[in-house]
């Protein structure tokens, strides 16, 4: 292991104390990319002007994305405008193509009439893309720290009972409070949760904060509740003098207890589903597709029937398909 020395920004720079890294690395600040400079400098002013987005600071934090709040607004900005400017090129250029193309005019003697061809009419809509686009990628590109933020909650929470155990473990054998975080910072196989345990063992041993306000502040910026209950109740039990050996034990049980009524859910639900799919997406439109023959065969529907018949087969069958299979993904996803 080689050795370095915090130099700003951290209570250790004051003491000047060595904290250790791994061999070949050095703590080195997160950078940002070209665009992500550009967007600063040409919308920092703006950003720094209005006062601070404490939401999206937190979900920044939750979601472990290393940039600040006023750098990824700018970014936002950016791309927004970015997005407005391409869609309004596309817009107007392939939109006036299509529009000039579908467009019909017929000379007569009592005057000129115009006719739109469908051709016209997707150009005729292409105009408002602009419209579409800009305020979509901005409120997308707003939202996605929050998301990712649920998204690694929902990981953490899956990932929880398998690390109490290996918690509740290594306090069965006496192993400090700071060692244990430190080595479940180290196994991957837990995810997540291993990255915030990461995060607290960083702060205690490059911060120079103690453990129990390292643990205070990961159950702050954790986006899972399970694992801030977790958290706080070892900050409450330590200082109000209690036993953390029994309370890890007593946790693994609870997370294992209920990660397995949530398995015996997910598979009720799934078994449910499966008779759905039966149901709605094998009998339903087979049911369908015979009715709506006979009644081309005995009223005479001709060919609307026929275009109706088309639509369910290319269009609602595979749909409904497709939706079932990735439901039924997600929900086994959710169970690994």
Excluded at 13 to 31: F, K
Excluded at 186 to 209: F, P, S
Aim: glycine letters at 10%; zero cysteines.
């Amino acid at each position: 292991m080689a050795t370095g020395t915090i130099r700003a920004g951290t209570p250790a720079e004051a003491s000047g104390r060595p904290v250790r890294v791994r061999r070949g690395e050095q703590p080195t600040p997160s950078s940002l990319g070209a665009f992500q400079r550009w967007a600063w400098k040409t919308f920092g002013a703006r950003v720094s002007a209005k006062p601070p987005n404490l939401v999206l600071e937190e979900n920044l934090v939750k979601a472990h994305m290393r940039v600040r709040a006023d750098e990824y607004l700018a970014t936002v900005y950016a791309t927004a405008v970015v997005v407005g400017i391409a869609t309004t090129v596309i817009g107007v250029a392939l939109g006036g193509l299509l529009f000039v193309s579908g467009l019909t005019i017929v000379l007569r003697p009592g005057g000129i009439s115009i006719a739109l061809k469908p051709l016209a009419e997707i150009g005729l809509a292409l105009f408002f893309l602009p419209v579409v686009a800009t305020p979509g990628s901005y409120f997308l590109l707003l939202g996605m720290p929050g998301s990712n933020a649920k998204a690694r909650g929902h990981k953490i929470d899956r990932k929880i009972g398998p690390a109490m155990s290996f918690v509740s473990a290594m306090a069965s054998a006496d192993v400090n409070i700071d060692q244990i975080f430190k080595e479940l910072g180290r196994q991957k196989i837990y995810g997540e949760v291993a990255e915030e345990a990461a995060w607290i063992t960083r702060d205690t041993e490059l911060l120079g904060v103690d453990i129990l306000t390292a643990i205070r502040r990961g159950a702050q910026r954790t986006p899972s509740k399970k694992f801030q209950d977790f958290l706080q109740g070892v900050v409450t039990t330590a200082t109000s003098g209690g036993q953390l050996k029994p309370y890890f034990l007593l946790k693994a049980e609870q997370y294992e207890r209920e990660h397995k009524l949530e398995i015996q859910q997910r598979v009720e639900t799934m078994g449910l589903m499966a008779e759905t799919f039966v149901t709605v997406v094998v009998a339903f439109p087979l049911f369908l597709v015979i009715i709506i023959a006979i009644f081309a065969i005995i009223g005479g529907g001709g060919q609307s029937m026929v275009t109706i018949l088309w639509g369910i087969v290319l269009g609602m069958i595979p749909v409904s398909q497709f939706a079932f299979i990735f439901f039924m993904y997600s929900l086994a996803q959710e169970m690994v």
